[in-house]
């Protein structure tokens, strides 16, 4: 998908969003119950006035814009005990670049997921 932002009556230097985001995904499934899928997400450079001072104020440590950056996630799923049990292993951001969404939060790194979801309501069909 592609989604472009932008506020109206300003400029987009004064956006807290990135005015560009771009995500594409595919999914391969080589049999019913297994699957691998990839996405590489886009977000370009956001801009943060009311922080605007953050990085003199922080010896550069926090800015007030944030880079654009490219993000790549990985993950595979696979049904159990005919289809009743769903589990999911998910790589976010596989390439370690630095993931953040607010001037002074967290920068995320690699992050492993695993889910198991019970589907019970499949025991009564």
Do not use: C
């Not at 939060?105 to 889910?115: E, P």
């Amino acid at each position: 998908y592609y989604n472009h932002q932008s506020e109206l009556g300003s400029n987009n230097e004064e956006s807290n969003m990135p005015e560009h985001n771009i995500a594409y995904s595919i999914t391969y499934r080589p049999v019913k119950n297994f699957g691998i899928s990839a996405r590489v997400k886009y977000l370009s450079e956001s801009v943060w006035p009311a922080y605007r001072y953050a990085d003199l104020q922080s010896s550069e440590f926090y800015t007030y814009k944030l880079s654009p950056k490219f993000l790549f996630d990985f993950s595979i799923d696979k049904w159990f005990w005919n289809r009743v049990i769903w589990t999911n292993l998910l790589f976010k951001n596989i390439t370690n670049t630095k993931e953040q969404y607010h001037p002074i939060g967290a920068a995320l790194d690699l992050r492993i997921v695993f889910q198991l979801h019970l589907y019970l309501n499949s025991l009564f069909e």
